[in-house]
Nanobody
Framework: QVQLVESGGGLVQPGGSLRLSCAASGFTFSSYPMSWYRQAPGKEREFVATISNAIGSTNYADSVKGRFTISRDNAKNTVYLQMNSLKPEDTAVYYC?????????WGQGTQVTVSS
Protein backbone atom coordinates (compact mmCIF):
# COMPACT_ATOMS: atom_id res chain seq x y z
CA GLN A 1 0.00 0.00 0.00
CA VAL A 2 1.03 3.59 -0.56
CA GLN A 3 2.92 5.13 2.35
CA LEU A 4 4.29 8.64 2.67
CA VAL A 5 6.32 9.53 5.75
CA GLU A 6 7.38 13.13 6.33
CA SER A 7 10.22 14.19 8.61
CA GLY A 8 12.47 17.14 9.31
CA GLY A 9 10.06 19.59 10.89
CA GLY A 10 10.78 21.52 14.05
CA LEU A 11 11.11 24.91 15.68
CA VAL A 12 13.23 27.49 13.87
CA GLN A 13 13.79 31.22 14.25
CA PRO A 14 12.67 33.67 11.59
CA GLY A 15 15.22 33.76 8.80
CA GLY A 16 16.31 30.20 9.48
CA SER A 17 16.20 27.08 7.32
CA LEU A 18 14.81 23.58 7.45
CA ARG A 19 14.80 20.66 5.06
CA LEU A 20 11.79 18.40 5.01
CA SER A 21 11.87 14.87 3.64
CA CYS A 22 9.09 12.59 2.49
CA ALA A 23 9.93 8.90 2.11
CA ALA A 24 7.58 7.07 -0.24
CA SER A 25 6.78 3.39 -0.67
CA GLY A 26 4.14 1.14 -2.18
CA PHE A 27 4.21 2.59 -5.68
CA THR A 28 6.64 3.33 -8.51
CA PHE A 29 7.93 6.61 -7.12
CA SER A 30 9.77 7.74 -10.25
CA SER A 31 6.56 7.59 -12.30
CA TYR A 32 4.61 10.20 -10.36
CA PRO A 33 4.79 13.91 -9.68
CA MET A 34 5.08 14.72 -5.98
CA SER A 35 3.78 17.73 -4.10
CA TRP A 36 4.05 19.51 -0.78
CA TYR A 37 1.11 21.18 0.91
CA ARG A 38 0.73 22.90 4.27
CA GLN A 39 -2.03 23.68 6.72
CA ALA A 40 -1.84 26.43 9.29
CA PRO A 41 -4.11 26.47 12.37
CA GLY A 42 -7.61 27.56 11.42
CA LYS A 43 -6.82 27.66 7.71
CA GLU A 44 -7.40 25.37 4.77
CA ARG A 45 -4.66 23.16 3.41
CA GLU A 46 -2.77 25.00 0.66
CA PHE A 47 -0.44 24.08 -2.15
CA VAL A 48 3.27 24.79 -1.61
CA ALA A 49 5.26 23.13 -4.40
CA THR A 50 5.25 20.31 -6.92
CA ILE A 51 7.86 18.44 -8.94
CA SER A 52 7.26 16.36 -12.02
CA ASN A 53 8.31 12.75 -12.33
CA ALA A 54 10.85 12.43 -15.11
CA ILE A 55 12.19 15.86 -16.05
CA GLY A 56 11.86 17.25 -12.56
CA SER A 57 10.20 20.49 -13.53
CA THR A 58 8.90 22.45 -10.56
CA ASN A 59 6.15 24.86 -9.63
CA TYR A 60 5.69 26.92 -6.46
CA ALA A 61 3.09 28.94 -4.66
CA ASP A 62 3.82 32.65 -4.93
CA SER A 63 4.20 32.87 -1.16
CA VAL A 64 7.26 30.59 -1.15
CA LYS A 65 8.80 31.29 -4.56
CA GLY A 66 12.48 32.16 -4.23
CA ARG A 67 12.69 30.81 -0.67
CA PHE A 68 11.68 27.13 -0.97
CA THR A 69 13.10 24.47 -3.27
CA ILE A 70 11.49 21.12 -4.01
CA SER A 71 13.65 18.24 -5.23
CA ARG A 72 13.51 14.48 -5.50
CA ASP A 73 15.85 11.52 -5.39
CA ASN A 74 14.24 8.69 -7.35
CA ALA A 75 16.91 6.24 -6.20
CA LYS A 76 15.87 6.87 -2.58
CA ASN A 77 12.13 7.25 -3.25
CA THR A 78 12.27 10.56 -1.42
CA VAL A 79 11.08 14.08 -2.10
CA TYR A 80 12.54 17.07 -0.27
CA LEU A 81 11.52 20.60 0.55
CA GLN A 82 14.38 22.97 1.35
CA MET A 83 12.97 25.98 3.16
CA ASN A 84 15.10 29.10 3.56
CA SER A 85 14.40 32.57 4.91
CA LEU A 86 11.55 31.18 6.96
CA LYS A 87 8.86 33.54 8.21
CA PRO A 88 6.36 33.19 11.06
CA GLU A 89 3.61 32.85 8.46
CA ASP A 90 5.28 29.64 7.22
CA THR A 91 4.23 27.98 10.48
CA ALA A 92 2.06 24.99 9.56
CA VAL A 93 1.88 21.25 9.32
CA TYR A 94 3.55 20.26 6.05
CA TYR A 95 2.28 17.27 4.07
CA CYS A 96 3.52 15.49 1.00
CA UNK A 97 1.07 14.16 -1.54
CA UNK A 98 0.96 11.83 -4.51
CA UNK A 99 -1.95 11.68 -6.93
CA UNK A 100 -2.59 8.29 -8.50
CA UNK A 101 -5.52 8.50 -10.87
CA UNK A 102 -8.51 9.87 -9.00
CA UNK A 103 -7.07 9.18 -5.57
CA UNK A 104 -4.80 11.38 -3.47
CA UNK A 105 -2.48 9.92 -0.89
CA TRP A 106 -1.14 12.00 1.99
CA GLY A 107 1.46 11.56 4.66
CA GLN A 108 0.82 12.21 8.34
CA GLY A 109 2.49 15.61 8.20
CA THR A 110 5.39 17.26 10.00
CA GLN A 111 5.06 20.40 12.12
CA VAL A 112 7.09 23.47 11.22
CA THR A 113 7.06 26.34 13.70
CA VAL A 114 8.81 29.61 12.92
CA SER A 115 9.11 31.73 16.03
CA SER A 116 11.63 33.71 18.01
Amino acid sequence: QVQLVESGGGLVQPGGSLRLSCAASGFTFSSYPMSWYRQAPGKEREFVATISNAIGSTNYADSVKGRFTISRDNAKNTVYLQMNSLKPEDTAVYYCKVQRGARSYWGQGTQVTVSS
